[in-house]
């Protein structure tokens, strides 16, 4: 028959009997004849588990308990005998250097209230002597033919993934365990892996991708649980986190113990020194630090210090708070503007972590820990273009444009590039208002040569724009001018209803008539798939923006009623009217004469 047993939290051993044995980190449970070990859900490391006899028994006729308790061949006993008196001289102080029997160690171990410590004395190499490996098959592990005892199981993993760096996503955690084998039984570890959930606050729904403005704030939620510390001496816990340059931490971040409760005792929060360098650190519960670097971005640590009694009674999950702001460093590609973390944990209960000396919270070399995989969340904005060009197709200058909207914050108003005049120049400007880079020198065709200015200059082109603006007015509108070539570009902008005007006309066209359209996006962590709601603004894909031509014509509009067109038609109507009264006149006085 196959039993399942949930290993109890204290060692419970006698000479006479034993109720059952300890997990001291990953409660493992045991079968008489076969030891099976459930891998933990999002544990993707590989165990080397080994069972090792520690003290063996006669299974009595009720088959409860063991009897006739002697040594296993599993451990080198005057080795554990002298471990378990350096561990804790007071408790096994009577047991004899040599020779102590297997059932006053049981006995003495049988009440014994710090089990948990004793992982680091049963997984010394120099106690150990003989264990029978498991084998893996799939997420289980099995040893067969074990006899009726304890047994120490250790669990070791590659060592050359006990820190983490340059080991990305190691998901891992050890345990040091010693049961009992009585009866079929197979479990799970006791313990869960660690995790981390980072997601973007848009209302009341947390996303994992989401369109802002420059400007606009961009509010940021992390979830850790409160992680089971059993068996440590020291315990690490540390959030790294990383805003790209396009994102600027804005202090005010706030961590919460949400343990079911309405509760707010555990709020604690953190804000920027005034510098902008480095925050402020709290006591010794929570600290962070971080500042913004306009190439790299942001790195925040939030280092959860003192653990072991920070997180002592507290159960549920941390909930972590903080906003950043879409700055003008903001990426418009696809690549968008990432938001990284990752958890730091201690993953090993079998070492006596010593941490670094500057910070005795930050792990040091020897320290062994996991790290969950990076979660990434994205912030995408987009921009819009304006191409300007007459009837014939070729580049305007001259025009001025507002962008019109309701949601609009800070706009980059670039206007593409110019073009000086420069003794080292290499462009050429033509009659039509554009510039070649084609001397007319280089021509043949007098036809073609007839395109140039001939003013004898040379131009340089020459990028132009305006720093990051921010709009105030009510509706909100951004205003630019188109450059040389006829191009406005304005940057930094997100979902919502646009309207472009063309505020200022070039001398001798007609107005434009406004553009009005709907920008509209589905973000993902793969890109942001912007549309809109009018065939004339189509977004390029490459450059990674909206594209509108606005075309004007020359030539002069019928003006409209009560222009000064209808007064000539009066005048010449009131003319036309006035002569065909002075004809009739006229044709009737020469009709009377002939009477």
Known sequence: MKKRRNIAAALMLSSMMAMSSTAIVG???????????????????????????????????????????????????????GALKAFDSTKFASLP????????????????????????????????????ALTKSGNTYTADDLANGWYIITDSIDVTKKTPDGDEGITNVRSANLLQIIGDTEAGPKYSIPSLDKKIKVGDQLVSANTANIGDIVEYQIEVPVPNTTGYNKYFYNINDTLSKGLKYEGG?????????????????????????????????????????????????????????????KKGNFIINYKATLNANADITDEGNPNTAKLIYSNDPNVNYEGD????????????????????VKTYTTAIKIKKFDQDGNPLKGAKFKLIATN??????????????????????????????VAPDDLTSTEAKEQYENDGKKYKKVTASQNATEVTASPKEIEGTVDDSGILTFTGIADGDYTIVESVVPKNYNQAPDVKFKIS???????????????????????????????????TTLPGTGGIGTTIFYIIGGTLVAGAVVMFITKKRMSSSEE
């Open 408 to 437: 609009l914050n800070k706009v980059i108003v670039s206007a593409g590039t110019t073009f000086e005049v420069a003794e080292d120049g290499t462009y050429w400007k033509l009659k039509n208002g554009s510039y070649t880079p």
């Open 97 to 132: 250097a040599t020779g102590a029997k297997a059932s006053d160690v049981a006995k003495l171990l049988s009440n014994y209230e710090n089990v948990e410590g004793l992982a680091k004395v049963f997984n010394t190499a120099d106690v150990l002597k003989t264990g029978k």
């Open 253 to 313: 971040l706030v961590i919460k113990c949400d343990n079911g409760t309405e509760s707010t005792d555990d709020d604690i929060t953190l804000t920027l020194d005034e510098d902008g360098v480095n925050s402020a650190k709290t006591g010794e519960y929570y600290s962070i630090v971080g500042g913004y670097d306009e190439n790299n971005g942001t790195d925040i640590k939030i280092i959860f210090e003192d653990c072991l009694n920070t997180f002592k009674g």
């Open 521 to 555: 996006s589905n973000p993902t962590i793969d890109g942001a798939s912007w549309g809109s709601d009018n065939e004339d603004v189509v977004y390029n894909t490459s450059e990674f923006m909206f594209e509108v031509n606005v075309v004007n014509h020359k030539g």
């Open 27 to 81: 409660s493992i449970s045991a079968s008489a004849s076969t030891l099976t070990v459930k891998q933990a859900d999002g544990d993707v490391s590989v165990h080397s588990y080994k069972a090792y006899p520690v003290i063996m028994g006669t299974l009595s006729d009720d088959k409860k308990i063991l009897t006739d308790l002697s040594w296993g061949d599993g451990v080198d006993v005057d080795k554990f005998v």
């Open 357 to 376: 000396t500057d910070n005795k919270d930050i792990p040091g070399g020897e320290d062994v820990t996991g790290q969950t995989p990076e979660v990434v």
